[in-house]
Structures are given as C-alpha cells and as structure tokens.
C-alpha cells in the first residue's frame, strides 16, 4: 500500500531550521479577546460517580441529574469510579509517551496509507495551502476484534499491544455503561442509544502527541471541532494542559482531577438526543516548553446504522431536528478540514 509523503511534527521539530509556514494560523479577529496560548477560566464541572449511575438507589437519581445538568450544559463531565485503576491507566499514559518517542524509522513502520485514517502521521494533507495542526497521531480501531488491522499495533515498546488489547476490553464497558446512563438521565430505556449504535459499532483510539511549540500564539494543536463519534473517552495529559472547550462564544479550559476519564459527546449522540445534549467543539492549544499526550477513544455506529432522533425524544413540543444519517465519519474529513461542522449536514 502506498504511503503519504509527510513529516510528522516531531521530525519538522528535530530537523530545526524554524517554524514552517503551514503551521501558522491566520489571524482571524473574532478571537474575542481570547489569544491562543492567553488565559482562559476553568469550566465548572464536578466529576460524576458512575457506579452510582446504573443503580436505582437515591444517590443513583442524584448522579443521574447530575449527568444531565452537565451534558445539557457542557456537553463533557468527567467520571470516577470507571472501574479503571489510576495504575492502569498510567501504564497508557507511560506507553504513548514512549512510543511517540521510538526513533522516526520505528514509527513509521506503521504509518497511514493513502485513503486510510488508521495509523501513524500527521493530519491528512487535502490541499496545498491547507494550515496543519501542531500534532502528530497513532490511530487504531480496537474494538471489535475482527476489525483490528494488526500492522498498525506497535510491537514497540513492549506491552504497547497487550495493554491497548486490555484498555479496549476495559473502555468497552465503560462506554456501555456510559451510554445506558445517558438514556437513563433522559428517561428513555436504557439500550436506547447502544441499539441505534448497533453491535457493529467500533472503538477507535487516538493517541496524540503535542511537541513543544516556539509559537504557542500563533500554532494550534487541534483547531475547533467538535467529536465524529457518538461518544468520546478521553485521557487529558495529567500534568499539561492545553484542552479547551468553547461555550457561549468563550474558551474554557478542561480541568483535570486524577483517576477520572472525560466523556465528550460527540455528533452523532447529538443527533440521537435529538440536540438535548449537543457536540461540543473543542480545541487543543500548544505549549512552549512542554510536550503534551492524550489518548482519546471514539465510540462510531456500526457503518450501516442509521443514527437519527430517538422516537422518545420527538414530540411536538420538541419536533426532530436531524435527519437520519449513515457512515457519518465519511462527511467528516471534508467538512473538518475546511473548518465546517459536518453536523450541518444532518439538520434538518
Ligand atoms: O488532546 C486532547 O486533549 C483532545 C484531543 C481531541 O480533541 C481529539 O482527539 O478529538
Ligand atoms: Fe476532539
């Protein structure tokens, strides 16, 4: 298979010789007194027990309303008691890190191919003039078994497989449990969203590496979007932030508090929850001095499911606001490149 001609960001950073020009963002002016690397408060989210989450006890309820404020408001909570030990979830942390620090040759050994969006590289270069993120990226679908392509698992460093084999078990649960309790706090059967999903549905990781950046005021890390998935694990770095979420034309950074995972939702649980809880967009802005990783996990329908509002959630009252969609991810890589939401797409 042939394989793009690109530099990752790590290779741009160890070749010297300056910022390249394609990394520079273009002014835009509506930044609203929000610069990209200047201050920016921190959202008010409390972290969320999900064992509690599926129980029907009093403090079950509590949870439950809690989950719905959050959404409704942010679109992101985050949650403890995942069922997922802080070592555990280290050991991903320590491995990505290592990973993206093999030398260049190792790495690319599983780099993406042509029209694929699995493996290793930068962002999908569309256009000559197209401004690139400040990120480099190893993305794997892990779940379900049969659709692994094993040639872009690292064999290096040692346990990198066994553990993402391990994790996507693991983040496999969570996402059930996380989708049952989102159709529970909108009072809808709990299988509501899994079964629009589809036992097809897969989980994609996304492991980001953040080099240090000399121009934090003019590159980005990810622009502004908002997730292609239905819903969106998320490992933030634990030391360095950078994850920004936007509300109300203001940016807000994403708080940290150890052995808690970040639930995103993503487009396509947007259009199931007929727009009660909506996408958030997000970005990711860069560091100076300090590297930064992330290891996300997106939740995708199985290809030939049609993702459309739930019947529970359509009333007259509260008419259906998206049409139905199929193999929504096709849409994305287009409409993101371009800076456009491919929600746009299913609004009716
Ligand atoms: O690096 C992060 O914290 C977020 C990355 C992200 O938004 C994504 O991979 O979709
Ligand atoms: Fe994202």
Not at 45 to 66: M, N, Y
Not at 215 to 224: A, L, M, N, T
Not at 303 to 319: F, N, T, W, Y
């Amino acid at each position: 298979m042939e394989k793009p001609k690109f530099k990752t960001v790590q290779e741009v950073v160890a070749a010297g010789g300056g910022l390249p020009d394609r990394y520079l963002q273009a002014p835009t002016g509506d930044d609203k007194g929000q610069p990209l690397n200047g201050p920016v408060p921190e959202m008010d989210i409390q972290a969320i027990d999900l064992s509690l989450l599926l129980t029907s006890s009093e403090a079950g309820r509590e949870e439950l309303s809690k989950l719905h404020s959050a959404l409704s408001t942010w679109g992101v909570v985050q949650v403890m008691n995942h069922g997922i030990t802080e070592a555990f979830l280290d050991k991903i942390y320590k491995l990505t890190k290592e990973f993206f620090a093999l030398p260049t040759e190792e790495k690319h050994k599983y780099a993406r191919e042509i029209g694929s969006i699995q493996g290793y590289g930068n962002d999908m270069i569309l256009w000559d003039d197209q401004v690139l993120d400040w990120i480099d990226r190893l993305y794997i679908t892990t779940y379900p078994e049969e659709q692994r392509q094993l040639k872009f698992w690292p064999e290096l460093p040692v346990g990198f497989r066994e553990t993402l084999h391990e994790y996507s078990m693991k983040q496999h649960l969570v996402i059930k449990q996380v989708c049952k309790a989102i159709a529970r706090s909108l009072e809808l059967e709990e299988n509501s969203f899994l079964d629009m999903c589809g036992e097809n549905a897969t989980l994609d990781a996304r492991f980001n590496m953040y080099p240090p950046c000399p121009s934090p005021d003019k590159v980005i890390g990810v622009r502004p979007h908002a997730d292609k998935s239905a819903v969106t694990l998320l490992l933030p770095d634990k030391n360095v932030e950078g994850l920004q979420f936007l509300k109300d034309g203001k940016w807000y950074k994403a708080p940290f508090v150890s052995d808690t995972i970040l639930i995103i939702v993503g487009d396509q649980m947007e259009i199931m929850s007929n727009g009660i809880y909506k996408s958030p967009v997000h970005r990711v802005v860069t560091n100076r001095e300090k590297e930064r990783v992330s290891v996300a996990i997106f939740c995708i329908p199985g290809v030939d499911k049609e993702i459309q509002p739930v019947e529970g959630l359509v009333s007259d009252a509260r008419p259906r606001l998206y049409k139905p969609v199929t193999n929504y991810v096709e849409l994305l890589n287009t409409y993101y490149l371009q800076g456009l939401r491919p929600i746009a797409a299913s609004l009716i």
